[in-house]
């Protein structure tokens, strides 16, 4: 009676190890859905936003200053509408 206690055993246990290694294979087999890439919104010159994908975005090591920034929006502000 003990045998036949453990071969029940040691097929349930063979049979769920068969199970969990198939499945782990199946899930590398097919890969899952593919990664949105990351995008950014950014403001155009003539003023509209738009989403820019994130590495093709090149950035500049000199930040712009507040002057800088103030007269260029005094030099564009008839084209921002």
Not at 47 to 55: A, F, H, N, Q, S
């Amino acid at each position: 009676m003990e045998q036949e206690k453990n071969k029940s055993s040691r097929k349930k246990f063979v049979f769920w190890s068969l199970a969990i290694l198939s499945s782990i294979t199946a899930l590398k087999l097919f890969p899952s859905a593919p990664k949105r890439k990351q995008t950014v919104k950014m403001l155009t010159q003539d003023g509209r936003l738009v989403e820019v994908e994130k590495d093709r975005v090149v950035a500049s090591k000199n930040k712009i200053t507040d002057e800088e920034l103030k007269s260029w929006v005094k030099n564009n502000k008839h084209s921002i509408r």
